[in-house]
Antibody, heavy 121, light 108 residues
Framework: QVQLQQSGPGLVKPSQTLSLTCAIS??????????WNWIRQSPSRGLEWLGR?????????DFAVSVKGRMTINPDTSKNQFSLQLNSVTPEDTAVYYC???????????WGQGTLVTVSS | EIVLTQSPGTLSLSPGERATLSCRAS???????LAWYQQKVGQAPSLLIY???SRATGIPDRFSGSGSGTDFALTINRLESEDFAVYYC?????????FGQGTKLEIK
């Protein structure tokens, strides 16, 4: 059974960096068939895919246009986890952030528990 | 990007009734790459249906998906108390993979 466990602070100041980690059990971040994603949810933007990392003989990352240039995702094979960093946050980045696996079905079949991140001074 | 429009916004029904939720895409979805998720308060979304009509592991057959092209539906027969939640459709045929705005299924 795949489990995703999120960790990271729930409060970030404007202009600073939001950092979250998603620890994977029951699968590998280096899987050749899965992708590892960050998705956020807010009342104003709904469910919004932010980006992904995946391994297909080498590492790839993709990002949504809305966060491109501000967001990085780093896989950590030694700890079997992946992390999100979102720079220069504003109150509009306030949301519940989820990590999720995109598996063989093509859909997000396993999700982390979610982290409410509030951007406020 | 593909926009998904769900209707109705809120659906009020009683246990035992049938619910039909709609999802319309702004462009035809390739290979029916349409999924449905259920989200309960305080929880992450949970996969119900993929490929427009295939149930995810452990999903009871009261849940069924249908449709192709731009029009899709989720039907829930014989509503049970645990089915009252918010439901989202999501397309995964064209990046970025987008979600609908959700339909809230509430107890009448």
């Amino acid at each position: 059974q795949v489990q995703l466990q999120q960790s990271g602070p729930g409060l970030v100041k404007p202009s600073q960096t939001l950092s979250l980690t998603c620890a994977i059990s029951g699968d590998s971040v280096s899987s050749n068939s899965a992708t590892w994603n960050w998705i956020r949810q807010s009342p104003s933007r709904g469910l919004e895919w932010l980006g992904r990392t995946y391994y297909r003989s080498k590492w790839y990352n993709d990002f949504a246009v809305s966060v491109k240039g501000r967001m990085t995702i780093n896989p950590d094979t030694s700890k079997n986890q992946f992390s999100l960093q979102l720079n220069s946050v504003t109150p509009e980045d306030t949301a519940v952030y989820y990590c999720a696996r995109r598996g063989a079905t093509g859909c997000y079949d396993y999700w982390g528990q979610g982290t409410l991140v509030t951007v406020s001074s | 990007e593909i926009v998904l429009t769900q209707s109705p916004g809120t659906l009020s029904l009683s246990p035992g009734e049938r619910a039909t939720l709609s999802c319309r895409a702004s462009q035809s979805l390739s290979s029916s790459y349409l999924a449905w998720y259920q989200q309960k308060v305080g929880q992450a979304p949970s996969l119900l249906i993929y490929g427009a009509s295939s149930r995810a592991t452990g999903i009871p057959d009261r849940f069924s998906g249908s449709g192709s092209g731009t029009d899709f539906a989720l039907t829930i027969n014989r509503l049970e108390s645990e089915d009252f939640a918010v439901y989202y459709c999501q397309q995964y045929g064209s990046s970025p993979y987008t979600f609908g705005q959700g339909t809230k299924l509430e107890i009448k």
